[in-house]
């Protein structure tokens, strides 16, 4: 028998055909439904919602204030992050990646990207690797190596 198909869940010798509108209970023939009709089944309890954190608006920022946005990884470091076996490896994890996807659709990501370095140790090594892969200090900021970049601000 191909172990791709499933076996009848009431006999569990015959391959199944058919499965049960109410429960989805696997079952080859009639006499077999009938069978399992005998007892009472229900739905299967649905999948609960991916937790979600909440997240604090983001506070409207006068337009004199708005700074247009920077680039703050370049190409080169956007592939040697990209490249890294390390961080593939690490972006196997479901949860990591599940994480870094709602990070990455929040209104609010900066909240989220802060919180997540300090309360998840697996985002925290995620973020201090691609720090190291493209030779960032981890405690300095994007801002920071932009402004130290720049001239502007000081090297720690």
């Given at each position: 028998?191909?172990?791709?198909?499933?076996?009848?869940?009431?006999?569990?010798?015959?391959?199944?055909?058919?499965?049960c509108?109410?429960?989805?209970?696997?079952?080859?023939?009639l006499?077999?439904?009938?069978?399992?009709?005998e007892?009472?089944?229900?739905?299967?309890?649905?999948?609960?919602?991916?937790?979600?954190?909440?997240?604090?608006?983001v506070?409207?920022?006068?337009?004199?204030?708005?700074e247009?946005?920077?680039?703050?990884?370049?190409?080169?470091?956007?592939?040697?992050?990209?490249?890294?076996?390390?961080?593939?490896?690490?972006?196997?994890?479901?949860?990591?990646?599940r994480?870094?996807?709602?990070?990455?659709?929040?209104e609010?990501?900066?909240?989220?990207?802060?919180?997540?370095?300090?309360?998840d140790?697996?985002?925290?090594?995620?973020?201090?690797?691609?720090?190291?892969?493209?030779?960032?200090?981890?405690g300095?900021?994007?801002?920071?190596?932009?402004?130290?970049?720049?001239g502007?601000?000081?090297k720690?």
């Open positions: 028998m191909d172990k791709s198909k499933k076996v009848c869940g009431v006999c569990e010798t015959d391959p199944s055909k058919y499965k509108p109410t429960c989805t209970l696997p079952y080859c023939s006499v077999c439904y009938k069978k399992h009709k007892t009472p089944c229900e739905k299967p309890a649905p999948i609960p919602e991916p937790e979600t954190i909440p997240v604090p608006p506070k409207q920022v006068p337009d004199y204030l708005v247009e946005p920077v680039a703050l990884l370049n190409d080169e470091q956007l592939d040697m992050i990209s490249q890294s076996s390390a961080i593939q490896e690490m972006l196997k994890n479901d949860g990591l990646r994480l870094v996807r709602m990070i990455d659709s929040s609010n990501p900066e909240y989220l990207l802060d919180k997540a370095r300090k309360d140790r697996h985002f925290m090594e995620f973020s201090d690797e691609i720090l190291a892969v493209i030779a960032r200090e981890p300095q900021s994007g801002t920071d190596q932009v402004l130290e970049a720049m502007m601000g000081e720690p």
